[in-house]
């Protein structure tokens, strides 16, 4: 077995003070500070909009915008008559690899469709958001598409969702609720 000797440059008595980094820091953050700087001043002339500078979204009141794939709160779809289109079969208790989802079934009143959920509880504080209930849904029932993200809490309880809850999902503060968020306005 060979040994791999590593030369290490030795550190004249400058570089031990190391003051040259420290300006090399301090030059790159001032750089892209006053290039931002700049452009954000021309651009609010109206000048040279095509040269892009940094964002700084003011989260909560601005949210950065998500894309529409990105996986959010859940919610459940409703029928025109707005009960839950969720037949109750268990597959995406069965396949949560998380075991965050509870669904006690009932009769259905329509005898064509055979079970409906008397409840429906899902644990946000242990969700993996791996969307893996969403695939494995025959009827398109749960959905993670409410573009809603902030699930904090002061404790886990305030965490777990109920049937009601997912069927009118609403953020918890100063995010978008279900009237102004179109991902929800399909009526779906
Ligand atoms: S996203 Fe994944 S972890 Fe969360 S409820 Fe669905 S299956 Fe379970
Ligand atoms: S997989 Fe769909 S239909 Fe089945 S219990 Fe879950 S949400 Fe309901």
Known sequence: MST???NRKNLNWLDKTYLP???LGLWITSKHFFRNLFFHFLHSLGLFRHIRAAVTYQYPEDPRPLAKRTRTRHRLTQREDGSPRCVACMMCETVCPARCINI???D???PHIEKAPASFDLDLGMCVYCGYCVE???EDAIRMDTQILDIAAYNRDQMKLNMTELL???STKGGQTPV???MLSTGV
Request: glycine residues 0%; aromatic residues 4%; contains cysteine.
């Open 104 to 106: 006690i079934a009932r």
């Open 21 to 23: 980094s420290v300006f």
């Open 4 to 6: 791999i000797v590593v």
């Open 168 to 170: 009118q999902p609403r």
């Open 180 to 182: 102004d968020n179109p």
């Open 136 to 138: 494995v849904c025959p």
């Open 108 to 110: 259905h009143p329509d």
